[in-house]
């Protein structure tokens, strides 16, 4: 029973050491990612591409990932009760905006894109739905981290190790915890610039009937769409959606 645990354990370690490498990896380099000899990781990738989760790549010989994951990931998501229920709501906020909106849940110290609603301009964000990012720099990702008190903050604070993405990066602990605080009692979050140049984002939290964060949502666009005075309009219709979609999750 150990040995399959182990071998589930591995298996689900070669996977995201594949997803994580652009999805094309030799042998060599898997098996020292995952610190285990090559004879074991073939042995496992085998299993892994009779089962129809991995492909090997007959041009180069490197392992890739097949859509398997991808139908699995995606029916997880379409059968989401959060993301079926807040999708009219993204498309409001969309329309009011003009901007791309965004649905995160919290997966470990990270937000994952679980939905999005595209901008009605012709610039994208380069978001996707299956996408990672940190909490530290994000709106939707302070605005979950604003909940916490200050033991699990500084507990999040040194579990990472924030980078500078630009000039605007908060990467101060007290800086940052001040600026949790602040989002705490307003409850919308910024992002001015500090997790990608020249996008600005407004974002909150949703609860479920308990109060609970159970997600979050924003508003992303280009800093010269996205002014003082057009966030100032939007920030009423952000708290307004918060409420109904977190009335509809059970908070009354």
Not at 11 to 17: D, G, K, R, W
Not at 60 to 70: A, C, G, P, V
Not at 128 to 148: D, E
Not at 209 to 230: C, K, L, N, W, Y
């Amino acid at each position: 029973m150990a040995e399959s645990i182990q071998s589930i354990h591995r298996a689900s370690q070669i996977m995201e050491a594949i997803a994580n490498h652009n999805n094309s990896i030799s042998l060599t380099e898997l098996s020292k990612i995952v610190d285990l000899h090559k004879s074991t990781v073939h042995r496992i990738l085998g299993t892994l591409i009779e089962i129809g989760y991995v492909q090997q790549n007959q041009a180069n010989s490197h392992y890739e990932l097949t859509i398997k994951l991808f139908e699995i990931g995606s029916s997880v998501i379409r059968n989401n009760n959060l993301t079926t229920l807040a999708k009219p709501y993204l498309r409001q906020l969309r329309d009011l905006s003009g901007e791309v909106v965004h649905l995160v849940v919290p997966d470990a110290n990270e937000i994952v894109y679980i939905d999005k609603v595209e901008s009605l301009h012709t610039l994208r964000m380069h978001s996707y739905v299956g996408k990672r990012s940190p909490m530290y720099c994000t709106a939707v990702g302070k605005a979950i981290l604003s909940h916490q008190n200050r033991e699990k903050i500084e507990a999040y604070w040194r579990t990472i190790t924030p980078v500078k993405h630009t000039a605007n990066t908060i990467i101060d602990l007290d800086a940052f915890i001040e600026e949790l605080s602040k989002i705490k009692a307003s409850g919308i979050s910024y992002d001015n610039e500090e997790h990608e140049k020249d996008i600005r984002c407004i974002g909150t939290t949703l609860h479920s009937f308990s109060g609970e964060v159970v997600a979050a949502i924003s508003i992303s666009g280009p800093v010269q769409r996205m002014t003082d005075a057009h966030i100032d309009k939007l920030i009423p219709e952000l708290l307004r959606v918060k409420q109904e979609i977190s009335r509809e999750l059970g908070r009354f």
